[in-house]
């Protein structure tokens, strides 16, 4: 058994942290964000499977390829934020299976049906993008998630004749306490789940 | 800006922590259960719109209503899991909206695409899904996930004639360290990540 977290330590991923509109000039390194990955590979996935497939953007020009499939008020905070990871999952993830999962034909499973291959990439690779935003702030770092975006745009730009589709976008960076929005209301316990 | 975790914290979520599949006698109770609502549930989601909704079955009655859609290791592990969450999403889940995300029309957003509602509900219940299991690993419980099941036979037992369809399910409690396999590989950060 594991000591459980400490209340800063809840606090930190999930009561006190917020969605950020806006940033501080704070640079992220990238010591950083590999950092942030060797946290959020661990976490797990169906068969292991790790289809997520994330690009940091973070240069200007980056950040211009991006622009044209943003709309309203997620360009101005995108273009501003130190980081824009696109979190993607690759279909044909199975390929990395013998490698990954490498006690069964787990390749088999997914090259036998397309629809099954699809569902288990976007489950698994969206598992991945909340263990990412949950890494990133156990790093001291804070997230505005956004998946009201062009995909297509971003898929022909980034990720053309590939395997990987954009599935959300996440800022990264330091945020503004001055852009948070107040936090708005969540189910009750009752509503959102039961105990049989 | 926001002190980091420790390295202890960090290790509880993501790099000592590690699928279950074998469980020890200690149970999980029910104030446990709301205390990790209280917590998971204020991870983001599009719009505010949380759409998971959760059963956690920890009665006997419920795990035998859980079984006839488990298949090979899965069924003996969940049979002794101190409780096994059913995460689900409700597709009709905009119906919350006027209430969760006061200050537009958002619930339109959804009404006029059922193709958008689908994916939002899946891509929004699957990330509440993984807010749940670092939630629960917050709290010192350990986590089995599984995809492999029948959702179908799981949606009419435990959601017939209702706008909840199953994701995953989520074996809860403490774990047996004696039944954990051995860690498998990751990918390297090239691999699954770029930097433009």
Redesign the interface.
Known sequence: ??????E???D????T?R?QNGW?D?PVS?AL??EL????????T?A?C?P????????A??KE?LKPALSGNNTEKTMKAPVTAIIGHDLAFYD?LP????HADARSWFTSSEELART?A??NG??Q???L???A????L??G?M??FDNAKVDAE?FPDSTVKS??LCNIG?GDPAKVFPR????E?E??????
Chains 1, 2 share one sequence.
């Not at 997520?52 to 240069?59: M, N, Q």
Request: net charge positive; with cysteine.
């Open positions: 058994m594991s000591e459980p977290l400490t800063a330590g809840k930190l991923l999930f009561r942290a969605t501080i704070k990238e964000l590999r990955y060797d946290l959020f590979k661990f976490g797990p169906s292991n790790s997520a497939r994330v690009v940091f953007v973070t240069s020009e980056g390829r990395q490698r990954l999962f490498p288990t976007f489950r969206t598992l993008g909340a263990y935003m949950l890494a702030r156990s790093l001291g804070d997230c998630p998946s009201g980034f599935n959300f330091y708005l209301p969540r189910l316990f509503e959102a789940c039961s105990i049989v």
